[in-house]
């Protein structure tokens, strides 16, 4: 028991909902708390987008894809999560409380999970949980609420980067766009030949790949050099 205690304390100092606390506080919240575990097989889906949020999951190892579609179904955008990756901090609570997007194992997953009474009952007992809890809704609307009030981009390169950004959960990493070249064009306003020419550009500097109504970026960060 004592083993499987110190594997879990390992597991979520992963996190920063934990980091910060004491290590009796955060024993109390190994030996108290009702933890889920679950090992999860390659290409199963975790959550749907739209399916209501009830738990914290974090992901302990694997790599999951997030798939999550415009609300006029046009086009859908994946990217590629790996270990350390918490899901559900922002839905567990508020006017909206459903996934944004839809979760699937991309490798074999280990999880765990902790519904949302307990989640509260942290929320309750744990300050330091507490705010990290905080500090991470705010850095989110802080996030957002600064978006508005960026410069505008200069050319038609940095509006396409600009919209592969502003539809991305986490600024780094693998991303697949499933967007029609007019789609694109038609939402950046500008001409689809202009659109494809800056494409092509950039393709040329190995910055992305172009498919038949799809879009792939090895390194998200990359756009930005």
């Known amino acids: 028991m004592v083993n499987s205690n110190l594997k879990i304390y390992d597991s979520l100092l992963q996190f920063t909902l934990f980091q910060g606390m004491s290590h009796n506080d955060l024993m ?11 090992k999860i097989p390659s290409g199963k889906k975790l ?10 999951t ?12 415009a609300d006029n179904k046009a086009y859908d955008v994946t990217e590629r999560m790996s270990a350390p990756f918490l899901i559900g901090t922002e839905h567990l609570f ?28 942290l929320l309750e007992t744990q300050l330091v949980f ?6 991470l809704i705010a850095t989110t609307t802080q996030r957002l609420l600064r978006q508005p009030w960026r410069s505008a981009p200069h050319s038609l390169r940095d509006s396409i980067v600009r919209f592969f950004f502003a539809h991305c959960h986490y600024p780094a990493g693998h991303k697949t766009f499933h967007i029609r070249m007019q789609q694109l064009a038609d939402i950046l306003h500008y001409s689809r030949l202009d659109v494809s020419r800056a494409l092509n550009i950039m393709q040329a500097d190995g910055l992305l790949s172009l498919h038949r109504s799809r879009i792939e970026i090895p390194m998200l960060e990359r756009l930005l050099m």
């Open 28 to 38: 109390e919240v190994v030996t108290h708390t009702k933890i889920g575990f679950h």
């Open 47 to 56: 959550f749907s987008q739209g399916e209501n949020c009830h738990q914290l």
């Open 58 to 69: 974090f992901l302990l190892s694997g790599t999951i894809d997030t798939i999550q579609q």
């Open 94 to 121: 508020g006017i909206n409380q459903q996934y944004p997007c839809t979760y699937s194992a991309a490798t074999p997953l280990h999880l765990i999970t902790i519904d949302k009474q307990e989640v509260i009952l």
């Open 130 to 135: 507490r705010l990290n809890m905080l500090n």
